[in-house]
């Protein structure tokens, strides 16, 4: 193995400066890494892959982050909420299907204060008690997530976007501040959640240097699940023309982070699913564990689009069969399971 690789998977530190040689040989030592990363995974989840259903229940958003399809900017969106009773008959489609992570995922949305938001944590916990719930709503003051995590949320997804501040200023415009959402994430480490952080790869102005420093703030952080796709451009942002990141860097970083940190939970994105075909196949070989599957209602599912997709109508029973369909030749299978992230393997859940 190259030395590099051998020092991640044995010392899991670099220096910022071993992180940059290593993302220099990303087309010489995508297969390698990949194979690594694929045997600690292995030797970690077996060939289980866990899914979580994700239900996107607002396309609202106060933010401009210059990449995505919802921010406030956008005025050819048709802006959308889910009611509370159809969050939760997305949630028993789920559950009728196996899933056992409900991902509620919008816009960073006022609507949605801990009064509207508390009740339905409360209601979604009762009626499926043996599931977990995972928050993806953006930032929120520690009173706020505090409240969320005694109402049963127990993880958090808050993508950091970039650990370069004066990137994350470009991407972001004045109103968004770097340090802010760093601290939001600290807060939710430290209230108990288990958080995940991470970044697209191929935004418009990122270099190899600035996947080196989110590489370095991974390791810092130690976040217990992390998003990491390609950027894809949405037709209605100024990105509209740039072309989207890379599959194979992707899935070189992401293997680079199942060689740190070997029991994250680590999804087979969207993006990169979105971006090409075998995408699922192709993360699983490159140290993945997770999956996504989309539980959101037709309406708003058309409406949400953070990047351009095509959005077959689909349900969930036959995605999961494409799934397994997918991922069986390779001896895995999707496996019903809360799959919480734990320290070490006599832990798992
Ligand atoms: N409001 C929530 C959820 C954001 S959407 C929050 O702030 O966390 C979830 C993720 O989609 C974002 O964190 C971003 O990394 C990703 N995303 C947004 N636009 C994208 C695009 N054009 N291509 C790929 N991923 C995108």
Redesign the pocket.
């Known amino acids: 193995m190259h030395p590099l690789l051998e020092k991640l998977a044995e010392a899991r530190k670099l220096s910022l400066e071993e992180w940059s040689r290593l993302l220099a040989c990303h087309r010489e030592l995508l297969h390698e890494a990949g194979e690594a990363a694929r045997a600690v995974c292995v030797e970690n989840f077996g060939h289980s892959v866990f899914y979580r259903g994700i239900i996107e229940f607002s396309n609202h ?1 106060k ?1 401009g ?1 210059r ?4 921010q406030a900017e956008n005025s050819q969106r048709t802006r959308m909420r889910l009611t509370e009773s159809e969050i939760l008959d997305a949630c028993r489609e789920g559950f009728s299907n196996g899933v056992m992570t409900f991902v509620l ?4 949305d006022a609507y949605y204060t801990d009064e509207r938001l508390v009740p339905l944590l409360r209601h979604i916990r009762e009626e499926f008690p043996d599931c977990a719930v995972t928050l ?4 929120r003051g520690s009173e706020s997530l505090k409240s969320l995590f005694a109402a049963g949320a127990r993880r958090y ?3 950091h ?1 970039t650990a370069n501040p004066l990137l994350y200023r470009d991407l972001h415009g004045a109103r968004q501040s770097f340090w802010e959402r760093i601290h939001c994430l600290y807060t939710l480490k430290a209230i108990g959640y288990q958080t995940g952080c ?3 790869i191929g935004v418009p102005g990122q270099k190899l240097s600035d996947i080196a420093l989110d590489l370095q703030f991974i390791q810092a952080f130690r976040p217990e699940m992390l ?1 990491i ?6 037709s209605q ?1 100024e ?1 509209a023309g740039c072309s989207p990141g890379d599959a194979e860097l992707t899935l070189y970083v992401m293997s680079l982070c199942r060689l740190l940190l070997p029991r994250v939970l680590l999804p087979a994105t969207t ?1 990169l699913r979105t971006l090409i075909p075998e995408g699922l196949a192709r993360a699983l070989l490159h140290g993945c564990n997770v999956v996504m599957p989309s539980l959101t209602p037709g309406p708003m599912k058309n409406n949400y689009k ?2 351009d997709k095509s959005t077959e109508q689909r349900t969930l029973a036959t995605t999961l069969e494409e799934f397994q369909a997918e991922i069986r030749p390779m001896g895995y299978s999707l496996v019903r399971r809360r799959g919480d992230f734990s320290p070490d393997k006599e832990g798992e859940s």
């Open positions: 958003c933010n982050c990449y995505c399809g919802l995922q919008s816009g960073e993806s709503i953006g930032e997804l808050l993508r976007e991470g970044m697209m998003g796709g390609p950027f894809i451009p949405n942002t990105f993006a953070l990047y």
